[in-house]
């Protein structure tokens, strides 16, 4: 298959497993039953703007609310209010807008409705500590976090043992109104404790299991901020808490269904689809060494047929050594890239489905059997820039950076590798 076509057609299968996603196709068939009282609408997340607009859309009585997104993904809603902030490292608005949000849902009584709309990305935009905790603190655990490897479910965890709206905050100063949870999965596993770190679920970890994360990566946090922590006010709102019996929670959208609907995409092209799993989490770099080899093995008959598509999500992570421009997705391919070492018959796409890889405005890239050669050529060596961290330098050289800008939807990371003799 030639390089066009082969591009073309993982490109296909990217923006279909992005368009499976969006809140305006799947949100409007899990409306809760509407309430005696009055209907808030609250979220946080990438996604958060686009859920807020589909609910308006479909909701056929009252409303108010306050939803914040990411900077750039706000859109046009008549009676919820968009707030944008920072991701992934928090800001003083997204402080603001969760301490309003606090506000918004007191008072309430049992005839009143709480919608929760979270999606990936509403960790950073609800920034608001604990007593005792500033956001330049909130800002510098978060920081180090991103650069130490730990998985999406132990940076969750320490998050919400810092915050005093996560891990069921939210959700118990909601009480005693009933509480509708619409969520936009983004983490392997599906767990709602880890969208979003649960601002309106219970959380079944403990402040010792976030202390017990911050030194087995040997993070450095002040001590006051371990103060905190080991202290009774940072434990989080528990199953069987009294002030939570009255709450649905329900997953509008998931990775899986987004690889679904791109796999449709590659069986109508004649390749056969083989799904390693919605939930690979590991070092991007690892991930890439092992399906690396798993493509190899087909390319060569020893496991599926040709021609074919092997597919798979998750959410890698990337322990930072180097001072490049990062990149969990970048940095997948070019471990892999390296791994097929430009094996002819072979192409590749990954991507965030959110259309940020890391912090930058880029959704990820493809590799064609080339992408060595062309950087060599280049005088670029693929080993220093793994070595670096500096996956989004190496495919914006080379002109095979894949950039959507804001997706409005957040379904984890997307990657398909593409055999063909």
């Known amino acids: 298959m030639e390089t066009p076509q082969a591009l073309a057609l993982l490109r296909r299968m990217f923006d279909a497993a992005i368009a499976a ?16 009282g009055r209907t808030i609408v609250i979220g946080a997340g990438k996604a958060s703007a686009a859920m807020a607009q589909a609910f308006e859309a479909a909701w056929p009585g009252p409303l108010e609310g306050l939803v914040v997104t990411r900077y750039g993904y706000a859109v046009h809603c008549q009676r919820i209010e968009i707030v944008e902030a920072a991701h992934p490292v928090p800001d003083a608005a997204g402080h603001d807008a969760a301490r309003r949000m606090l506000d918004l849902v007191s008072g309430l009584t049992d005839d009143d409705l709480v919608v929760s709309l979270v999606s990936g990305g509403g960790s950073s935009l609800l920034p608001l500590p604990l007593a005792g905790i500033s956001l330049e603190d909130k800002q510098a655990v978060n920081r180090a976090l991103l650069k130490s490897g730990a998985t999406i479910t132990e940076m969750n965890c320490v998050r919400r043992h810092l915050s005093a709206i996560k891990g069921g905050r939210l959700a118990a100063a909601c009480y005693p109104a009933r509480v509708c949870n619409l969520l936009l999965s983004d983490v392997p596993g599906d767990d709602p404790i880890d969208i979003a770190s649960g601002p309106t679920v219970a959380d079944p970890t403990t402040r010792h299991d976030a202390l017990d994360i911050i030194r087995r990566y040997g993070l450095d946090v002040p ?52 799904l390693l799993g919605d939930a690979i989490e590991g070092e991007a770099r690892d991930v890439g060494l092992v399906l690396g080899g798993i493509a190899l093995e087909a390319a060569g008959h020893q496991l599926f047929p040709t021609p074919c598509v092997l597919l798979s999500g998750g959410e890698t992570t990337v322990t930072v050594r180097g001072k490049g421009r990062g990149g969990r997705n970048v940095e997948f391919l070019l471990a892999l890239a390296m791994t097929l070492r430009g094996h002819a018959g072979i192409h590749a796409l990954a991507g965030d489905t959110d259309g940020v890889d890391g912090q930058e405005e880029i959704a990820g890239a493809v590799i064609t059997p080339d992408t060595l050669a062309r950087a060599w050529a280049l005088g670029i060596r693929p080993r220093d820039a793994l070595a670096n961290n500096d996956g989004h330098g190496f495919f914006g050289a080379l002109g095979d950076a894949v950039v959507t ?7 984890n990371d997307f990657r398909a590798i593409l055999i063909a003799p």
């Open 21 to 36: 996603a969006q809140p305006s196709l799947t949100l409007a068939r899990h409306l809760p039953e509407r309430p005696k």
């Open 223 to 274: 001590d006051h901020v371990l103060r905190v922590l080991a202290s009774d006010a940072a434990e989080t709102v528990k199953p069987g808490d009294p002030r939570l019996p009255r709450i649905d929670t329900t997953l509008i959208a998931t990775p899986r269904m987004a690889l679904e609907a791109a796999a449709a995409v590659a069986r109508d092209a004649g390749f056969s689809v083989h």
């Open 405 to 411: 800008g804001p997706t409005l939807t957040n379904v």
